[in-house]
């Protein structure tokens, strides 16, 4: 099939301008607790929603390298005058494209929300030569 040039630039904007990519998982771990988060791809950047309950921002480690979030965490907390640890270890890829210098996450009410910007594409700069 041939387009014409016009027909490839309405393409190309429409695929640039669709709506947000949204994907929502729900998984389960070795102790049959089930940990929710959904990924959130936007034109911005990409939004991870996980559910940390018991965590907070002094207990939490966020980083972000080669496309994948890294995040882990403990805590201590007393179960019947027993003092018990809790971790969590876990791994999201975002993929390639994103800022990590840039990345942001904030946590309230037992929900991490991380954002990571997307590159900013340089715009050609003119500069008068003297």
């Not at 947000?20 to 998984?27: I, L, V």
């Not at 607790?33 to 959904?38: A, F, K, V």
């Not at 939490?60 to 027993?82: Q, S, T």
């Not at 809790?86 to 994103?98: D, L, M, V």
């Amino acid at each position: 099939m041939y387009y014409s040039n016009s027909d490839f630039g309405n393409i190309m904007e429409n695929f640039f301008n669709s709506t947000p990519t949204y994907r929502y998982y729900k998984t389960s771990s070795k102790n049959t607790n089930e940990e929710n988060y959904e990924i959130n791809n936007t034109n911005d950047g990409a939004y991870l929603f996980l559910e940390v309950a018991g965590f907070n921002k002094s207990n939490l480690k966020v980083e972000m390298e080669n496309g994948i979030i890294h995040i882990e965490g403990n805590r201590v907390y007393k179960l019947n005058g027993e003092e018990k640890t809790k971790s969590i270890t876990k791994q999201f890829t975002i993929g390639e494209g994103y800022n990590p210098t840039s990345i942001e996450a904030t946590i309230e009410d037992g929900l991490l929300t991380v954002f990571v910007p997307n590159y900013k594409k340089q715009e050609k700069k003119r500069i008068s030569i003297l």
